[in-house]
């Protein structure tokens, strides 16, 4: 077997067994990196000499007889994780030479389990985005279909796991940025509890709705990734303080008597046929396993996706107020303090980020701030009661992720409004604050990969995992490689 393709319990029990080292496994990555970007364009930044040195020290702690799980796990981060003295740039031109002085809590929790970076990955501009095309370093493709968009915004951290040029990835997820890609490009992806994982170091989008995720080969990684960044953090007070599960322990318990609901307004007209086919498929096989399906109803979904575009563009407007050319990034030359502010802004963002700022401080301006951003938050409220409603009668629910499987590169990029429709099922779940995860679940005709989702209840992520471990057991669709 390729190292390349080994999960992380896999390479960990060759790293153990000394078949391999940490070194050799680390080498294999990055030709391995070298030979698909062309094709794939994951990376905005790898980090060769970081990984190498990394690598000698994992294997040094292993042949002390460390056993960590992680330890000489080659793994990729999004852009958007603060890595100290490696460039981090979010997607964004205006970050283009920002060298972060600390790193974040989630990548400092993962060196000191003894993992090693590859490097950085490719995003949508400050997370802004469904296809990775707003990026300002290129769209990432499809491992899959080199014409398609992997999804967004995570899109560098799924296309990477998918093109096997990493065993794991970190991504995040503010309305559907981990689990759409993990969706499009077959891999397992898991959008935590809002709370459950640090935001120290990750750089703001809509700091209500931003969490950090895993993307992985199978969910067994899943629960191994999530374990080992979750928990409290003391730089992150919205980071909540309850115990973190052994979540790779007690994936086996199966769905037995499960309980999972399907909101009827999630299975609408206009869903992709391969998409009700997978989705109909996931269904019998949970039904074979002896989980038990009860209709339920969401009855806000419809405007879950007008409320987060005047949330998440209220917080970015404000978020991204800091990029001015003083404190971080590019700074262009002009005539007096404020033609350079307008400049370096002019300059250093793309189209989609600055439609955003735009949109968000038109809902946050005084005369309009009632009529949107209060009439947002309330409606959150309301979206946030369906789901408790809902998760009264059912341990977790069963959704699409996406209602189309990956489309074409170029095919949404000039019609904004079909590109925020894209997230429709996955942007419920985070203005609710609770957790999700993608998991594949079928191919369409033309071969791409279809994911279904699995909604828990808040800190619900040990049953969504375990469930997914089940659906995993009984199916094959995890095991298909791109060809690449
Ligand atoms: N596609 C959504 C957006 O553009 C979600 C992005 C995300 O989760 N970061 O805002």
Redesign the pocket.
Known sequence: MNIFDMTIHELHTALQGKQVSSLEATTAMLARIEAVEPRVGSFITVTPEQALADAAAADIRIAAGATDVLTGIPVALKDIFLTEGIRTTCGSRILDNFIPPYSATSYEKLKERGAVLLGKLNQ?EF????SNESSAYGSTRNPWDTSCIPG???GGSAAAVAAREAIATLG???????R?PASHCGCVGLKPTYGRVSRYGVIA??SS??QVGPLTRDVTDCAIMLGAVAGHDPKDSTSVDTPVPDYAASLTRGVKGLKIGLPKEYFIAGLDADVQKAMDAAIETYRRLGAEFVDISLPHTDYAVAT??LI?TAEASSNLARYDGVRFGHRAEADGLLGMYTKSRSEGFGA?VKR?IMLGTYALSSGYYDAYYVKAQKVRTLIMNDFITAFANVDVMLTPVAPTPAFKIGEKVNDPLQ??L??IF??PV?LAGTCAMSLPAGYSASGLPIGVQLIGKPFGEEAILQAGHAFEQATEWHTRKATI
Not at 172 to 178: A, H, P, Q
């Open positions: 949508d997370a802004m985005g469904s967004g915004s995570s995040t997820d503010t309305g559907g940025s981990i759409q989008y809509a709705l931003d987060y575009y998440a989609e955003r590109m925020y894209s997230d996955t942007i985070n």
